[in-house]
């Protein structure tokens, strides 16, 4: 079992930029391939990005492409989501996720998941 923090959520006006963080809550020698996923309210989680463990894939959806940017520190077991271009649809609950393995296309399924945090985008 992996547990999971998030941090670096808030509110922000649009057009600007927010940088997400997430990792383990205890240090673990894993390297795991590493998502975020959004949820607004009344609607279903949705898969935002992902990263391999190595780095070497990654995935955006369609909604974020171009202003979100995934990346990772595996020294420090953490995964950041730069997201720029913030506006009032972004706003949600970003989640942050683990799995084993390097898959990280669009169906990719993951295991262990953090509590999420609050991303507010005011228009």
């Known amino acids: 079992q992996v547990q999971l923090v998030e941090s670096g959520g808030g509110w922000v006006q649009a057009g600007g930029s927010l940088r997400l963080s997430c990792a383990p809550s205890?240090?673990?020698?894993?390297?795991?391939?590493m998502g975020w996923f959004r949820q607004a309210p009344g609607t279903e989680r949705d898969y935002v990005a992902g990263?391999?463990?190595?780095?070497?894939?990654?995935y955006y959806s369609d909604s974020v492409k171009g202003r979100f940017t995934i990346s990772r520190d595996n020294a420090k077991r953490a995964v950041y989501l730069e997201m720029n271009s913030l506006n009032p649809d972004d706003t949600a609950v970003y989640y942050c996720?683990?799995?084993?393995?390097?898959?990280?296309?669009?169906?990719?399924?993951?295991?262990?998941w953090g509590q999420g945090t609050q991303v507010t985008v005011s228009s």
């Open positions: 205890e240090r673990t020698n894993k390297l795991f391939t």
């Open positions: 990263i391999s463990w190595n780095g070497g894939r990654t």
């Open positions: 996720a683990a799995r084993e393995g390097s898959a990280v296309g669009a169906e990719t399924q993951y295991d262990f």
